[in-house]
């Protein structure tokens, strides 16, 4: 079997009473162009037919059961038919698929094999409370950190089981950049005096960070965390990855070796003298500093409508020129491995480094071309295990960040 498309039936971050439909392309990105104007067309020709009535979609049947009265028994007896099968392979619906598994793995710099380098990374120790919002990123979290070589007593959980009625979330919306929904992880954070705290929406899109805003004091209270906005964790990612390239690249130029074998610290050298051939991209609403940060050491910025599926198509649109420039086609150029794609893009394109929006969607992954909370918790959880290392706070690199780029924000 070929998968052609899919569609993600979701609240997202809003009441579970805004349930919607997100369908997606065959490269993992939302629709858009043309596939959109095809799909429109064939719900209005669906619409013209006279079987398109209430009446026809309240007899809709499947196997003798009426799918709109009973959908769960509808839904169940389907798996059981091998109508519907699980990703992943077993009756776990929130299995955590190896291939997925193993693309969020190469989303690092200070790797060695699958686990953070000690040498660069400091993680020894560092408490995190961690809330999917009653959303389903527990399982994929878990299984990345433990290979990352978290130990799981490092890791407390909040709001953690799955539930589409958001128990005891404020005003019913599991959105982590309001106040309400951060509160029950806060006051977790404050009880385990964390150093970090973590949040991603109920369809583990769009990931969110808090930190002590003092990290030698005790936390007392929830107002001793700072939660970054949208646009902060956007210049704290980007300005990370160009910061590590560089040093790395300067460590390779002199020619020091470093244990660090992920695809970006392998490639920081060829990366560094082609940043011109790198390119970021974020939509017109978000805000400045992550493009200034970008623009500012010779990474081409790209700016998009609004929504991340316009920074997915700009993914998507580079995947392809590479994929004809090479003959390679879609479905082989989805298993290279991040290094080879590294090596392909600044050949034939440009290589996709990071985007984002201020919504606090991001991705630095040519895996799935749409925004991922998984791989933005696991660039926040390395970035504190970097600070740490150099004994810097995240608060003090965020100011730095503003000063080093001549930007102020109150």
């Known amino acids: 079997y070929r998968i052609v498309s899919g569609a993600e039936m979701t609240a997202s971050h809003n009441p579970s009473t805004d349930n919607g439909n997100k369908p ?21 020709d669906l619409r013209n037919r006279e079987q398109a009535g209430v009446e026809f979609l309240d007899g809709l049947q499947y196997g003798g059961i009426n799918i709109l009265d009973h959908l769960e028994a509808a839904f169940e007896q389907a798996v059981k038919n091998g109508d519907i099968s699980w990703v992943g392979g077993d009756s776990d619906p929130y299995h955590a698929d190896e291939n997925f598994t193993k693309a969020e793995l190469e989303e690092t710099i200070f790797a060695t094999g699958e686990h953070f380098n000690p040498e660069q990374t400091n993680l020894l120790g560092m408490k995190m409370v961690i809330s999917p919002l009653y959303g389903v990123s527990r399982p994929y979290i878990e299984e990345v950190l433990k290979r990352r070589g978290i130990p799981s007593k490092n890791v407390t959980w909040v709001e953690d089981e799955p539930n589409p009625d958001f128990p005891g979330v404020a005003d019913g919306k599991p959105n982590p950049e309001t106040p309400g929904a951060r509160l029950v992880a806060l006051k977790k954070a404050v ?15 769009r990931p969110a960070i808090a930190v002590k ?7 007392e209270k929830p107002e001793d965390y700072i939660s970054l906005t949208g646009n902060q964790q956007l210049a704290v990612i980007a300005d990370y990855l160009v910061r590590e390239l560089e040093h ?30 790198v390119m970021m991209a ?3 609403v978000s805000g400045d500093l992550m493009k200034v940060i970008g623009r500012a050491n010779g ?15 700009e993914v998507e649109k580079r995947a392809k020129i590479i994929q004809k420039s090479s003959g390679i086609s879609e479905r082989k150029w989805r298993n290279f491995s991040k290094e ?26 040519d895996a799935p071309h749409d925004k991922d909370a998984i791989s933005g918790v696991m660039w926040f959880v390395e970035i504190m295990g970097r600070l740490k290392y150099e004994k810097v706070s995240l608060v003090y690199r965020l100011n730095d960040i503003y000063k080093k780029y001549g930007y102020f924000d109150t």
Do not use: C
């Open 340 to 365: 080879a794609k590294i090596k392909l893009a600044l050949k034939h394109s440009e290589y996709f480094l990071f985007g984002g929006e201020e919504s606090l969607g991001a991705l630095s992954s």
């Open 299 to 313: 990474i081409k910025v790209v700016e998009t409508l609004t929504g991340f599926k316009y920074i997915g198509d």
């Open 24 to 44: 997606y392309k065959t490269d993992g990105s939302q629709v858009t162009g043309e596939t959109a104007e095809l799909i429109m067309k064939e719900f209005a």
């Open 213 to 219: 805003k003092d990290p030698s004091k005790k936390a």
């Open 282 to 284: 974020s939509t017109v």
């Open 191 to 205: 009880e385990e005096n964390s150093e970090l705290v973590l949040w991603t929406d109920p369809d583990a899109d």
């Open 248 to 277: 790395l690249a300067a460590q390779q130029k002199a020619g020091r070796s470093t244990n660090d074998d992920s695809a970006l610290a392998k490639q920081a050298l060829k990366l560094v003298n082609h940043f011109n051939k």
